[in-house]
């Protein structure tokens, strides 16, 4: 069974700042790895996805990186900013797209 | 285009009561999930559909949980006689990813979520 944790589990940063999230997975067969992004009182919006493929995705300011060998991903967000305030979830996906969820990373990026 | 919506946006039910909770995914879409996202358990998987049927409802918690979905459109999460642990938002998703062992480009397996249905048992 799919395990997901994320660390740490909560970030204040001062804007301006580079950061590191962290997941780790213990199932390396999974298909693929994605991150969410989830804003209070709203769904979840794709960030990027990893396929089990691929080493790393990039989309703007954001990485994201994925080593199944040691079962885990990182999500590096450049040059923060107060929007990017919001809790950060990664997934473990399946081949038919079943996602195991980590309980996410609460980010607070103040000015 | 229009994103996946989901009604209603919240409800309040006592407990012992059926709710039904809608989800219309993206047209098109043959993939829908459902989640649930709960203060203790965080996000949890309950059923897959590949068009009209479910091929992995291994999430659903006991059997007074069921979904259906018709037409390869809109499904319908239904609660029988609520107890006040299904108290969560109800997230649905959907994907254009083809039925399993079926290749696809990787963009197809982006899920896009709806807002939720936030279910209050009293």
């Known amino acids: 069974k799919q395990e997901v944790t994320q660390i740490p589990a909560a970030l204040s940063v001062p804007e301006g700042e580079n950061l590191v999230l962290n997941c780790s997975f213990t199932d390396s067969a999974i298909y693929n790895l994605q991150w969410f992004r989830q804003d209070p009182g709203k769904g979840l919006t794709s960030l990027l996805l990893?396929?089990?493929?691929?080493r790393e995705q990039t989309s703007g300011r954001l990485n994201a990186s994925l080593d199944k060998s040691s079962g885990r991903s990182t999500l590096y967000i450049a040059a923060s900013q107060p929007g990017d305030s919001a809790t950060y979830l990664c997934a473990g996906g399946t081949s038919y797209g079943k996602l195991t969820f980590g309980q996410g990373t609460i980010l607070t990026v103040h000015p | 285009g229009a994103g996946v919506s989901q009604s209603p946006s919240n409800k309040v039910t006592e407990k012992g009561k059926d709710v039904e909770l809608r989800c219309d995914p993206i047209?098109?879409?043959?993939?829908l999930y459902w989640y649930r996202q709960s203060l203790g358990q965080g996000l949890e998987f309950l059923i897959y559909f590949q068009g009209n049927s479910a091929p992995d409802k291994s999430g659903l918690p006991s059997d007074r949980f069921s979904a259906e979905r018709t037409g390869g459109s809109v499904s319908t999460l239904t609660i029988q006689r609520t107890q006040q642990e299904d108290s969560a938002v109800y997230l649905c998703?959907?994907?254009?990813?083809?039925?399993?062992?079926?290749?696809?480009?990787?963009?197809?397996?982006?899920?896009?979520f709806g807002p939720g249905t936030r279910l209050t048992v009293l």
């Open positions: 998703a959907s994907s254009s990813r083809a039925a399993r062992g079926l290749a696809g480009p990787p963009s197809t397996d982006t899920q896009y």
């Open positions: 047209s098109g879409h043959t993939a």
């Open positions: 990893i396929q089990s493929s691929q």
